[in-house]
Structure formats: structure tokens, C-alpha cells
């Protein structure tokens, strides 16, 4: 096995002195624009064995635009190489990314979006690492219909310095790491996730080609990518089976406020004391397994199986703020979610469940098997939280140890789908009893 990888390793390498192995790989993100076809030698250009990407559309392209629009483009415009594996699995990918802009674009323009797609098929669908002008770093699923989150974490960019980045896919275990090239590599994983909807369209998923890209937007049009120095490399199946999901040691270690990000605070009012006996409130309902009692001080909330358990209430489809007050007691979790019944049938569930493994929290999405983004964080027994959800172009989540604003976990996806319903779901797992004290809506 490791000579197959080295193997890989020098054709993939080699393969930088030819141009004409490279071509444009098609991507499920073809944005808004119209009547556009990306070519490999409008985008991308081979110098020296670098990679150099670029997004000039030009005036011309921007006429058929909305001239306001500054997101009018493309989307990702991706390139890969006829030596790379186009049926990877379980594999490293590595290279150095580097990033230039041409004066006078100053506003938003100084930190372009990089792109690399991996287990892509030949629709474009798959995975799809990217390190955003905020400093967000995502490990998103992408499809024709939809992007869901996998993973995320921050670094600030480097501009005109080479960054290398890594990529580690073992089965449903999704890993990124990016630093500064000069660097010796950090121990911490970047962002790290957990993806097993591969059942749900048999292959695709599970495997598929390696690309190159850039996000081609008009904000991002004066623009410089570069690329160098690609290697995938193979690994194991002894290597697949004993990767650990969420080491202790380098889970990722951002937690809480980022300045201008998608994980700044939200700013609400703390939740008032709503509940004052075991009536659930108007309009609400409660699962099968869940008990609600009159507490000394609120609801008291306990699961009859150890399962989740939530009480529902419903809330408007496009709802700005929502937060409750919770506490826990006798080892039970709490936990915080939304739920959208959808127009054709079905519904989708996001939930934050700050001790889904110890010392971290995790965003969840559908049957809680799948994260969006994990932190640590400390989790106290018998102290107040609030928990808020907040519905914008991302919908940002956080747990907030109250009076304490150091004591925070701050989340951000694009979860839940426009439905006819909406509810907000404050629960409970495991034995014990959840308080709640509060909830508000605006």
C-alpha cells in the first residue's frame, strides 16, 4: 500500500509539467449565472508546476448580471488532473494554496474563497473543503439540490504567503488542516466532522475525483489563486480502521466569539420565566417518551426511555431569534432544536447538543448521527445556559453560560429548509431532569 501511494505521489506530482492533463470538473454549485460555461484556459494557467487560477469574467460577462449583485458569478469553478485517482475512497490529499489581489478592490475582495473538492462523481456532487474571506474553514456536502455543512473551523488568511493544506477522508470521518507552509504542521486538525449519508444515494459520497478551485463571484473577480505541489496518497485499510472521530487532544479548539464571522454572538434579551407549572404551553406538544412536571424552578423535563425527548412549540417559518434558559440535574443532557415540516411531506431536524461527547458540543443534523460543527466546551451541571437560535442567510446557534460571556459556544450552518411548520424543540437525554425556565421568540 505504500508504494501505491508513493507511486501516486510522484505521477501526481509529475503530472504539473503538462498542461494538457488538466481540465474543468464539473460542480454542483453553478451559481447564477447565465449563459456561462467555465474552460480550463479561461480559469487556470500552468507556470513553473503552479497552478495559477483566476476568476476574470470581465465586463462583458457582468452586463448579462445584476450590476448590484456582488455575489453574481459561477459559484465554484473547479480543475483536476488525469493522473489524480477518480475513484478515491480513503485517502490524504495535500498541496500549498496561495492567494493575490489586484488593487483598488479593497472590500471584501482581500480574502478570496479557496476550494478543493473531493469524492465528487461526475454530476459534482461530493465534498467540498473551503477557506472563506471571513477565515471560516467548512468540510461541506454539496449536491445539486443542496449544501450542508459537515464541519468548520477559523483561520485568519495569509496573503501572498503559502499555506498548505490537508485533506483526510477515512470512510465517514472528514478531516482539514491548513497553516502557514514555513511552519511545522500543528498536531490540531483544523475542522473535523462526521458524514454517513452515503447509504442514502448508494456510491456517491463514498468516492469519486480529487479538484482544484476557486469560488468565481464577481467580489472575488481581481483575484489571484495559486496552487502546488498536489499528492494523494491512499491509506490503509489498518489506518481507515483505527482513525479516532474527535481525539480529545485535537478536536478543534475554537470556541465562541470570532469578530465579523458567522459565529458572532447573537445579541437577544435573556429569556424570561415563562413556565410556572407542568401546563406545556399553548400550542405546543410533547413526544411519546417525554414527562413534564412542575418544578421549584420551572418545567422539569425528564425522558421515560433515556432517549431525546422534546417539548415542541410551534414558531413562524421565518423566525429571527429564539432562546430558552435550561439547566441540567442527575447526569441528564439538554438539548436544543429546530424542526421544519416540509411542504412535500417529511421534515428536517437540526439539534445543539452540548455533551455530545465529553468535553465537546456538536450541531446535529437529521437523526443526530451527522455533525455540522463541533467545539470544545464545558458543559456544568446544575448552572443556568441559555441557548439561542438565530434564523438569517445561516442560521447561528449558541450556548451561553449565563451572566458568564467567556463560557460560550458559538455554531453556524445552513440547516433547516423553508416549510408550511416550524418548531423549536427544548429536550432532554439520558436520566435526570432538565429545568427550564424561560423561553422568547422575536
Known sequence: MRLVALMLMVQAAAVLAGEEAWRVFPSADNGNAKDFTPVFEKHFKLEAGVLRATCGLGEEFYKKQDANNIFAGPGVIWATNSAWPQDA????????YKWFQDEPMKNFGDFPDMHAGFRINRDGEGYDLSWGMLGQIRLSRRSREATYLVAQGTLGGMKGKWARVKIRAAGPILKAKIWDAVKPEPERWSAEGFDDWSPSKESTYKSGAVALGFY???????????????????????????????????????????????????????????????????????DKNLKIEAGAEGLALTSSDGEPAYLWIKSEPKFRALSARMKSAAGARPLFAVKAKL?????????????????????????????????????????????????????KWQILEAGDEKNRAAFSAHLISAGPETYLGIGVAGKGAVSVQGLNSK
Open 216 to 286: 468565481a463571484r464577481k467580489l472575488f473577480d481581481t483575484c489571484v489563486y495559486e496552487f502546488k505541489d498536489a499528492k494523494i496518497m491512499p491509506l490503509s485499510a489498518a489506518e481507515v480502521s483505527a482513525e479516532r472521530f474527535f481525539d480529545e487532544k485535537t478536536a478543534p479548539a475554537f470556541v465562541g466569539y470570532s469578530p465579523n464571522s458567522d459565529t458572532t454572538p447573537i445579541k437577544t434579551v435573556p429569556p424570561a420565566v415563562l413556565f410556572k407549572d407542568a401546563q406545556a404551553p399553548a400550542g405546543s406538544m410533547g
Open 343 to 395: 411542504a412535500g411531506g417529511g421534515e428536517e431536524l437540526a439539534s445543539m447538543d452540548p455533551m455530545w461527547r465529553e468535553g465537546i458540543a456538536a450541531l446535529l443534523w437529521k437523526d443526530r448521527a451527522h455533525t455540522v460543527s463541533a467545539y470544545h466546551w464545558a458543559w456544568k451541571p446544575d448552572v443556568w445556559h441559555d441557548f439561542v437560535v438565530e434564523n438569517a442567510h445561516w442560521q
Open 89 to 96: 475512497e480513503h485517502f490524504e490529499a495535500v498541496f500549498d
